[in-house]
Nanobody
Framework: QVQLVESGGGLVQAGGSLRLSCAASGRTVSRYAMGWFRQAPGKERVFVAVINWGGSTTYADSVKGRFTISRDNAKNTLYLQMNSLKPEDTAVYYC???????????????WGQGTQVTVSS
Protein backbone atom coordinates (compact mmCIF):
# COMPACT_ATOMS: atom_id res chain seq x y z
CA GLN A 1 0.00 0.00 0.00
CA VAL A 2 0.99 3.58 -0.66
CA GLN A 3 -0.20 6.57 1.34
CA LEU A 4 -0.04 10.01 -0.24
CA VAL A 5 -0.38 13.32 1.61
CA GLU A 6 -0.50 16.65 -0.23
CA SER A 7 0.46 20.01 1.23
CA GLY A 8 1.22 23.54 0.10
CA GLY A 9 -2.17 24.69 -1.09
CA GLY A 10 -3.61 28.06 -0.18
CA LEU A 11 -4.94 31.38 -1.38
CA VAL A 12 -2.88 33.37 -3.88
CA GLN A 13 -3.52 36.31 -6.19
CA ALA A 14 -3.57 35.90 -9.93
CA GLY A 15 -0.03 35.93 -11.29
CA GLY A 16 1.37 34.47 -8.11
CA SER A 17 3.04 31.14 -7.39
CA LEU A 18 2.56 28.13 -5.16
CA ARG A 19 4.50 24.92 -4.68
CA LEU A 20 2.59 21.77 -3.84
CA SER A 21 4.22 18.77 -2.22
CA CYS A 22 3.08 15.17 -1.98
CA ALA A 23 4.74 12.93 0.58
CA ALA A 24 4.53 9.21 -0.04
CA SER A 25 4.78 6.54 2.64
CA GLY A 26 4.37 2.81 2.78
CA ARG A 27 5.72 1.09 -0.30
CA THR A 28 8.44 3.06 -2.05
CA VAL A 29 7.14 4.94 -5.07
CA SER A 30 10.49 5.38 -6.81
CA ARG A 31 9.45 3.04 -9.62
CA TYR A 32 5.93 4.46 -9.92
CA ALA A 33 4.83 7.25 -12.19
CA MET A 34 3.41 10.09 -10.11
CA GLY A 35 0.79 12.52 -11.27
CA TRP A 36 -1.19 15.59 -10.31
CA PHE A 37 -4.89 15.99 -11.01
CA ARG A 38 -7.28 18.78 -10.09
CA GLN A 39 -11.00 19.10 -9.55
CA ALA A 40 -12.85 22.40 -9.66
CA PRO A 41 -16.26 22.75 -7.98
CA GLY A 42 -18.94 21.00 -9.99
CA LYS A 43 -16.45 19.62 -12.50
CA GLU A 44 -14.70 16.33 -13.12
CA ARG A 45 -11.22 15.55 -11.87
CA VAL A 46 -8.78 16.28 -14.70
CA PHE A 47 -5.15 15.54 -15.46
CA VAL A 48 -2.52 18.20 -14.77
CA ALA A 49 0.90 16.55 -15.07
CA VAL A 50 2.75 13.27 -14.68
CA ILE A 51 6.37 12.27 -14.16
CA ASN A 52 7.84 8.81 -14.44
CA TRP A 53 10.59 7.30 -12.34
CA GLY A 54 13.22 8.46 -14.85
CA GLY A 55 12.04 12.07 -14.93
CA SER A 56 10.06 12.12 -18.19
CA THR A 57 7.06 14.43 -17.96
CA THR A 58 3.77 15.20 -19.66
CA TYR A 59 1.55 18.22 -19.02
CA ALA A 60 -2.00 19.25 -19.77
CA ASP A 61 -2.08 21.98 -22.41
CA SER A 62 -3.71 24.35 -19.93
CA VAL A 63 -0.65 24.37 -17.65
CA LYS A 64 2.26 23.97 -20.08
CA GLY A 65 4.89 26.64 -19.54
CA ARG A 66 3.45 27.61 -16.15
CA PHE A 67 3.60 24.45 -14.03
CA THR A 68 6.57 22.17 -13.39
CA ILE A 69 6.32 18.68 -11.96
CA SER A 70 9.33 17.14 -10.24
CA ARG A 71 10.16 14.40 -7.78
CA ASP A 72 12.79 13.55 -5.20
CA ASN A 73 12.94 9.77 -5.04
CA ALA A 74 15.28 9.82 -2.05
CA LYS A 75 12.64 11.72 -0.09
CA ASN A 76 9.68 9.87 -1.64
CA THR A 77 8.20 13.26 -2.48
CA LEU A 78 6.45 14.71 -5.51
CA TYR A 79 6.24 18.44 -6.26
CA LEU A 80 4.23 20.78 -8.44
CA GLN A 81 5.61 24.28 -8.93
CA MET A 82 2.81 26.52 -10.14
CA ASN A 83 3.67 29.93 -11.58
CA SER A 84 1.59 32.62 -13.27
CA LEU A 85 -1.50 31.30 -11.58
CA LYS A 86 -4.91 32.15 -12.99
CA PRO A 87 -8.36 32.14 -11.36
CA GLU A 88 -9.25 29.14 -13.53
CA ASP A 89 -6.51 27.17 -11.75
CA THR A 90 -8.69 27.20 -8.62
CA ALA A 91 -9.36 23.59 -7.64
CA VAL A 92 -8.57 20.84 -5.22
CA TYR A 93 -5.26 19.33 -6.33
CA TYR A 94 -4.62 15.62 -5.89
CA CYS A 95 -1.46 13.61 -6.24
CA UNK A 96 -1.64 10.02 -7.39
CA UNK A 97 0.58 7.07 -8.17
CA UNK A 98 0.46 4.52 -10.97
CA UNK A 99 2.53 1.70 -12.37
CA UNK A 100 1.93 3.18 -15.85
CA UNK A 101 3.07 6.46 -17.40
CA UNK A 102 -0.40 7.76 -18.01
CA UNK A 103 -2.62 10.84 -18.00
CA UNK A 104 -5.71 8.69 -17.55
CA UNK A 105 -7.54 8.94 -14.23
CA UNK A 106 -8.40 5.25 -14.33
CA UNK A 107 -4.73 4.22 -14.46
CA UNK A 108 -3.96 5.52 -10.99
CA UNK A 109 -4.11 3.17 -8.03
CA UNK A 110 -3.28 5.45 -5.12
CA TRP A 111 -4.62 8.92 -4.32
CA GLY A 112 -4.02 11.59 -1.74
CA GLN A 113 -6.79 13.48 0.04
CA GLY A 114 -6.23 16.70 -1.91
CA THR A 115 -5.16 20.25 -1.14
CA GLN A 116 -7.16 23.37 -1.99
CA VAL A 117 -5.68 25.99 -4.29
CA THR A 118 -7.62 29.23 -4.67
CA VAL A 119 -6.51 31.95 -7.07
CA SER A 120 -8.16 35.33 -6.65
CA SER A 121 -8.53 37.80 -9.50
Amino acid sequence: QVQLVESGGGLVQAGGSLRLSCAASGRTVSRYAMGWFRQAPGKERVFVAVINWGGSTTYADSVKGRFTISRDNAKNTLYLQMNSLKPEDTAVYYCAATALFSSSYSSYNYWGQGTQVTVSS
